[in-house]
């Protein structure tokens, strides 16, 4: 049981990072951070200088909230872009080739099968978040950060790269074409960060709950170092939800042959 | 070994088998012989576990593929059609993973994966990566996988399609190794090839089996209406109404296009040639040829999978081909 649930999480390993999918990901996700670094922190910079002369405005600069946190929300939409690349090819790719046959008639539960597959893109997400941590170094290094805050900050980047991954391993189910994995997680990871857009026009009930769907709604109290059990809960509970209904496509995709 | 019965999978609305029932004893090596589309793969399927019939049951060992799939799954190794492998590993860390998830101990790894390289012939190829391998050598890969961790049921789906003669060669006998200990369900379109592998053959047609037995004794059980090849001179189509209503003849085939050629179907248990001869003299026609047709595995295949006559058309001119060639 454990031994099938091992090599199939060391075989989604071996074939996530032999793939040129995720250099080119990690290539552009760690481009793109260092952009948003490097914004962050000359912008930042300048502030000082201008704070010099300005007892009021000194008082006013915030590392934590000048340079972290914008650079967790650029992060997440990197995320955003990425995770969906990363997990299309999680059920799709077997799917086309044929191995999936192969897979379904191994000695491993399907649930097995499914936890080691998420296992796999989690890890890559850890590596890539991980590839990040030298920024923050260098912050610390040139002034003092607070790191409570800052892996609170992680904490959340990854609960919700981790729900970006949930939601991509089950578009994969849905198709034996990658692309169209990649596409309909996008849609749905777009939908579900702008849905709390509507909640100015609903009535206060509606408006609640769309609120509570908003997926990057819950990220904010963790930008802000503020550790609350609702949003890990939310997060969860997403993760829950779409590996349960990905358990069942394939439950379903075995039964329609 | 294999318990099937009326084994039924429907996809949307199209049956696929129906009603299929077969036993495989321990230690018997049976091919499974059908059409495309006749229901093999998806028979297969549902015997390792891949998916869930729609009606009936199957068993491997005494276990129910569906509620005890796990425990099948380990007893089968399992050949794919068109033999899936992931074109991005090497050979060797293939073979590994499929076999640390077939359960084989981490002590014991090397070793098992060394004994299919060995069995195999995959030696030269071992640090290859599978998608650079040829069409013989992916073969053999799949062929090692099914072997790792040594289950007492092999399942081999199509495994000599798509190789070259010498492979083909070397593949069975690789199997014909096999079946030493292991209880072997082989499908094949390759007729001869069953014959020289199987002690038995299952013959699938629309879902169907329409046959069990072993090679020779289908021959010979066919073969009760011995056919007999006709060729005269002239209008052969008085001398077939004639002969219809002869003792022992069972059906009269004309042949089409030209009205000379005519395929008897005999009592297979006495020589009715020189009586046909009379009549074809009586009837005032010239004799041209009459030959008793030896049925070969492949005419009872087809003979079995077509309802309607084209077949025996093709039989004959193969014959005859085979003659000319004399």
Known sequence: MMRGFVSV??????????????????????????????????????????????????????????????????????????APLLTMRTYADERKTGTVE????????????????????????????AGTLPGMALLEY??????????????????????????????????????????????????????????????????????????IRHFDTFSKGVLDSRDVIYYLLFIAFFLFVTLRQIESYRWRG | MIEVQGLTKFYGTVPAIQDVNFHIHKGEVVGFLGPNGAGKSTTIRILTCYMPPT????????LDCFQKSLEVRRRIGYLPENVPLYNEMTVRRFLRFVAQAKGVEARELPREVDRVVDVCGLERVRNRIIGNLSKGYRQRVGLAQALLNNPPVLILDEPTIGLDPTQIVEIRRLIRDLREDHTILLSSHILPEVAQICQRVLILNKGRIVATDSPDALTAQLQKSAKIALTVEGDGRQLARALETMDGILAVQLESNHHSRLILETDRSRDLRPEIARKVVEEGLGLLELKAMDLSLEDIFMQLVTEEAPVEEGAVEASETAEEGK
């Open chain 1, 9 to 82: 999480y060391r075989k989604e390993l071996y074939l996530l990072f032999a793939s040129p999918i995720f250099y080119a990901v990690a290539f552009i996700f760690l481009v793109l951070n260092g952009y948003f670094f490097y914004s962050s922190v000359a912008y930042y910079n300048l502030l000082s200088f201008q704070a010099g002369q300005n007892p009021f405005m000194a008082g006013q600069l915030n590392l934590m909230d000048m340079v972290v946190r914008p650079l967790f929300m650029d992060i997440c939409i990197v995320l955003l872009l990425v």
């Open chain 2, 55 to 62: 009606a009936g049951e199957a068993r491997v060992d005494g």
């Open chain 1, 142 to 215: 040139l002034s003092d950060l607070n790191w409570k805050a800052v892996l609170c900050g992680y904490l959340g980047l990854f609960l919700l790269g981790s729900a970006f991954m949930a939601l991509g391993v089950f578009t994969s189910s849905l198709s034996r074409n990658q692309i169209i994995a990649a596409v309909l997680s996008f849609g749905a990871l777009l939908l579900f960060w702008v849905i709390s857009w509507m909640s100015s026009v609903l009535g206060p009930g509606a408006s609640r709950i769309i609120e509570y769907l908003s997926i």
């Open chain 1, 102 to 129: 192969l897979l379904f008639t191994l000695p491993v539960t399907d649930g097995g099968a499914l936890a080691a597959k998420f296992l796999g893109v989690l890890t890559v997400l850890f590596v890539l978040l």
